[in-house]
């Protein structure tokens, strides 16, 4: 049985799709797809030798060697264009996924790849930003809690497969947002929280958000702490921005 944040990017995978699933680690992704019936093929892309031997391994056990391909190397880097129709990248920091996003792009490893399915740990509206950058709307994003730590799924579609009243321009727009929330809310905070999780008013919005503060609290109690002139500027900045959290969350009740 998949974990709950597996099982939730899973969900979003448009059944058919061939995938490719970057930082596979065991590859219980792509098992899972081709165990439940959801995909026809899947692609296990692993940078790092350890994690590529453990999704052999997985792989092999499951009796799916025909069927999933677990390839090592960098990123994109182990498609061909037009290999996959979906491309699921999960449990890495945004600035790094974005990072592989751009990198295969620029390469023409996105030809042909119509969805995306992201989970990224943190940094979020990096992730949000490319993809609105390079014409990929998001579908739908999900908030789930598991262990106590949140994660946030981005399901985007190429902008050619969109529904015509979902684009990038309607969804950061405040006026996508309840007419209660808009007047308080920057487009920064689309960006940053995720339009469909501020326009649903996720319910554990809140709960990541004052995860979020709490570290910005440690980190001002540390500087408060510090004899360095610069630590005084750094916590007002710190303080800044807790309050700005404070002021989004505010509009959230
Ligand atoms: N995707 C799995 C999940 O969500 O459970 C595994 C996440 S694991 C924390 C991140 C994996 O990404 C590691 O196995 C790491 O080796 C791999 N990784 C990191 N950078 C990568 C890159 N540039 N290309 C491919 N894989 C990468």
Redesign the pocket.
């Known amino acids: 049985k998949l974990?709950k944040?597996?099982q939730t990017?899973a969900d979003c995978v448009t059944a058919g799709a061939r995938t490719a699933?970057?930082?596979?680690?065991?590859a219980?992704?792509p098992v899972y797809l081709l165990q439940s019936g959801k995909c026809p093929s899947a692609i296990a892309?692993?940078?790092?030798y350890?994690?590529y031997q453990a999704a052999r391994k997985q792989i092999a056990e499951a009796g799916l060697t025909k069927v999933i391909e677990a390839r090592q190397?960098?990123?994109l880097?182990?498609l061909a264009p037009g290999e996959a129709d979906t491309v699921?990248?999960?449990?890495?920091g945004g600035a790094?996924m974005a990072?592989?996003l751009e990198t295969g792009r620029l390469a023409g490893k996105l030809e042909g790849v119509k969805e995306l399915v992201l989970?990224p740990?943190v940094g979020e509206e990096i992730v949000r930003k490319w993809l609105s950058k390079h014409g990929y709307v998001l579908q739908g994003e999900t908030l789930l809690e598991e262990d106590g730590k949140q994660y946030e799924v981005l399901h985007a579609l190429r902008a050619a497969d969109s529904p015509a009243d979902v684009t990038n321009e309607r969804l950061y727009d405040p006026s996508f947002l309840p007419a209660a929330m808009e007047p308080g809310l920057k487009q920064e905070w689309l960006y940053r929280m995720g339009p469909y999780l501020l326009r649903q008013r996720a319910e554990l919005l809140p709960n990541k958000w004052r995860h979020e503060i709490g570290k910005l609290e440690r980190i001002c109690k540390q500087m408060g702490q510090s004899e360095l002139p610069e630590s005084r500027e750094k916590e007002a900045l710190l303080r800044g921005e807790i309050n700005a959290i404070e002021e989004v969350l505010s509009c959230l009740q």
């Open positions: 974990s944040r597996l990017i699933d970057i930082g596979s680690d065991h219980l992704l892309g692993e940078l790092n350890g994690p190397g960098n990123g880097g182990v699921t990248i999960a449990g890495m790094l990072d592989i989970q740990n």
